[in-house]
C-alpha cells in the first residue's frame, strides 16, 4: 500500500480456547467465582473511570516491531464495566485505528477496524503496512464513540538507506512492587528515541511482598497470588500497562520486546521453572503456554513462530537487530560440580534458533549486528569477594549461596552455545557484534572473549552492554545499605577475576541510550535518584563504546 486513505486490515490477536489452558490455581485461590477473585485486586490498580465508562481505553495503546513499511499498533478495549482483564465477560465491540502523519489527523494514511473479543481478553493488534521508511506516524483507536489517547511511533529505515545515525532506549526488569517505573518516563521525555528495547522481565509473575523489594512492598500488584492461569497473566499485564511512565513511553515510540523467565516463571527452561510446581500449580505445559498466549495478547510483538520472541529486525545499511528467545528451547540449569555446563548435548539456544543466529549474522550487509539477548553472554568469574557480599550475589543470580564461579542460568550454564557462536564470529571474520543485555540487575560494559582465561592476550569475538534494572532488587537492595556501597567493594574484584569487564555497577536502577553510527556504537548509563519515588530524577553515569572493527569497549567521558 503506497497510496493514502486505503484500508490497512488486521485479525485481532490470538484466539485459542482459555480454558483449555487454564490449570489448577494454588490453594487459596478458587477456580470458582473467577469474576469475583479477579474483579477486586484488579479495581484497585484501575482508573475511577472504569466502573462508570465503557468502552474506555484504560490500558493505553502501544506500537511495536516498526518495519520500514509498518508497524504493529495494540490496544485493550473496556467494552462494558463487567469487561475487566481476565475475566472472560463482555462483548465483541468493533475496534477502528486511524494512522497519520500530523497529530490532528488531518493527514489520514491507514484506517481499518478489527473485532475485539473476550477470546482475546479484548486486546487488538493491527500490523499496518504501506507506510513511509524513518517515518513519525500518530494513531489511536476508537469504539463506540470512545478514542483512545493518541500516540506516536515511527517506522524503520528503508533496507538500503544509508542510515547516520540510530538511538534506542533499553531497559529490562521492571518489578512493580519495587518502585515506580520513572526510567520508563525519563526516556518517553528524551523525545529523540527511534524505538525501545525491552530486554525482558516486563513483568513478574510473583504474588505479592514474595519478590525483591528490599522488604518493602511500594504498590501491590494484582492479582496478590502468584500468577499461574491464563486469567492469572493477562490481569498481571493488564495491572501493569495501567502505569502512567510504561504508557507515557508506549505514547512516544516503538518497542522491540523479548522475554526473560518472569513473564512465565523464575528460570524457566523448556520443560519447567524453579518457580513452578507441577501438580499443585497444573502443568507446565499449561502454564507455559497461558503465559505466551497472554504476552502475545497484551504486548506489540509479531511471534516469528508459534510461540516464540525470535526475529530479526533490520535498520537500513546501518545495523540490524536479532532477538533471541533463550527461554522455550533450553535445557535445563545445572550446578557446577557435576561439570555439565560444558556437554554439548546441553543448549540455551535450541539447534534450530543457533543455526539462525549464526546464518543471519554471517549474512548481514550492515555496519552493526545488534543481538537482543535476555541473559549475559560474557563470562563471570565471582573471584575472591568477601562472604558477606558473597551470599546476597548469590541470591541475585539464584546460585547456591555456599558460593560458585559462574551463574548457570546465564550462558556460562550451557558453554557449548557460547563457543560454538563465538568460534562462528571469528571463523568468518564477522564484526562488530554487539550483544544488548538484560537479567542481571547490574550495569556491565565487556568485551566478549574468546578464551576468558587468556584475556587479553586472546582476543575478543564481540562486545556487550548491560543494562541494569528498572526497579527490580541490586546488590545494595538485598544487603540494604546505601547506594554504592556494595558496588564501591564488589567491582574492582569482579574486574580483577574478569580482565574482559571494563566496568560494572552492581547498586544503581536505571536504563541505557544506545546510539549508533557508522564510526561507532555507544551505550549512555543513566541512574535513577530513588525507585521507590514516584518523581525520581535521573542523571547520567558512565558512557562506554565500542569502535567499528575494533570488538573492544572503551570508556567514553560524555553522553551522546
Not at 475511577?48 to 502501544?62: C, E, I, M, N, S
Not at 493488534?125 to 489517547?149: C, E, N
Request: a negative charge; hydrophobic letters at 40%.
Amino acid at each position: 500500500m503506497t497510496s493514502r486513505h486505503r484500508s490497512s486490515e488486521s485479525a485481532a490477536s490470538a484466539t485459542a480456547d482459555a480454558n483449555s489452558l487454564v490449570p489448577r490455581r494454588r490453594t487459596v485461590v478458587k477456580a470458582a467465582a473467577a469474576t469475583a477473585v479477579l474483579a477486586g485486586p484488579l479495581a484497585a490498580s484501575l482508573p475511577a473511570r472504569a466502573a462508570t465508562q465503557a468502552p474506555a481505553f484504560l490500558h493505553g495503546v502501544a506500537s511495536g516491531d516498526p518495519l520500514p513499511d509498518g508497524v504493529l499498533l495494540w490496544t485493550r478495549v473496556t467494552p462494558t464495566p463487567e469487561a475487566i482483564p481476565g475475566s472472560g465477560l463482555g462483548p465483541d465491540t468493533e475496534v477502528s485505528w486511524t494512522v497519520a502523519r500530523d497529530r490532528a489527523f488531518t493527514d489520514v494514511v491507514a484506517k481499518g477496524s478489527t473485532l475485539a473479543t473476550a477470546a482475546s481478553d479484548h486486546t487488538v493488534k493491527a500490523d499496518i503496512r504501506g507506510l513511509r521508511p524513518a517515518t513519525d506516524y500518530w494513531f489511536r483507536f476508537s469504539a463506540g464513540g470512545t478514542d483512545s489517547p493518541v500516540a506516536r511511533t515511527r517506522t524503520a529505515p528503508a533496507a538500503d538507506a544509508a542510515v547516520t545515525g540510530l538511538r534506542f532506549g533499553v531497559v529490562s526488569c521492571s518489578n512493580w512492587e519495587a518502585g515506580h517505573f520513572s526510567a520508563y518516563r525519563h526516556l518517553a521525555a528524551r523525545g529523540d528515541l527511534d524505538a525501545w528495547l525491552h530486554l525482558g522481565d516486563y513483568l513478574y509473575e510473583y504474588g505479592t511482598g514474595e519478590y525483591g523489594t528490599r522488604g518493602k512492598v511500594v504498590r501491590p500488584t494484582a492479582p496478590a497470588h502468584e500468577i499461574v492461569t491464563l486469567a492469572d497473566y493477562r490481569v498481571r499485564h493488564a495491572a501493569y500497562k495501567t502505569d502512567p511512565d510504561l504508557q507515557a513511553l508506549h505514547h512516544k515510540a516503538p518497542v522491540i520486546a523479548i522475554w526473560d523467565d518472569h513473564e512465565i516463571a523464575n528460570d524457566a527452561w523448556s520443560g519447567g521453572a524453579e518457580n513452578h510446581t507441577e501438580g499443585a500449580e497444573g502443568t507446565w505445559a499449561a502454564r507455559r503456554a497461558a503465559a505466551k498466549q497472554a504476552y502475545f495478547e497484551w504486548m506489540p510483538v509479531r511471534p516469528a513462530l508459534a510461540g516464540t520472541t525470535y526475529r530479526r529486525l533490520r535498520f537500513g545499511k546501518l545495523a540490524d537487530l536479532s532477538l533471541l528467545d533463550l527461554r522455550s528451547f533450553r535445557s535445563q540449569q545445572v550446578s557446577l560440580g557435576d561439570g555439565e555446563v560444558d556437554d554439548p548435548d546441553r543448549t540455551l539456544t535450541g539447534r534450530a534458533q543457533l543455526d539462525w543466529l549464526k546464518a543471519g549474522l554471517t549474512a548481514s550487509d550492515t555496519t552493526w549486528r545488534l543481538v537482543g539477548t535476555s541473559v549475559m553472554i560474557s563470562p563471570f568469574a565471582i573471584g575472591s569477594l568477601p562472604a558477606n557480599l558473597l551470599k546476597p550475589l548469590a541470591k541475585l543470580l539464584g546460585l547456591p549461596q555456599e558460593g560458585l564461579a559462574l551463574n548457570t542460568d546465564q550462558w556460562d550454564g550451557y558453554t557449548d552455545d557460547r563457543r560454538e557462536l563465538l568460534a562462528h564470529l571469528r571463523a568468518n571474520a564477522v564484526r562488530n557484534t554487539v550483544f544488548l543485555t538484560g537479567d542481571i540487575h547490574m550495569a556491565w560494559a565487556n568485551d566478549v572473549p574468546v578464551n576468558a582465561g587468556t584475556y587479553p592476550l586472546s582476543p575478543s569475538a564481540a562486545t556487550e552492554f548491560v543494562v541494569t534494572s528498572v526497579t527490580s532488587d541490586n546488590l545494595d537492595d538485598i544487603v540494604k545499605v546505601p547506594e554504592g556501597t556494595v558496588s564501591a567493594i564488589a567491582s574492582p574484584l569482579i574486574r580483577a577475576a574478569n580482565r574482559h569487564v571494563h566496568w560494572v555497577d552492581t547498586d544503581r536502577h536505571g536504563y541505557g541510550v544506545l546510539d549508533v553510527t557508522a564510526e561507532r556504537a555507544q551505550m549512555d548509563y543513566y541512574v535513577l535518584s530513588d525507585r521507590t519515588d514516584a518523581d525520581a530524577t535521573a542523571e547520567w553515569a558512565r558512557s562506554y563504546r565500542t569502535r567499528s572493527g575494533t570488538q573492544k569497549v572503551e570508556r567514553t567521558y560524555d553522553p551522546v
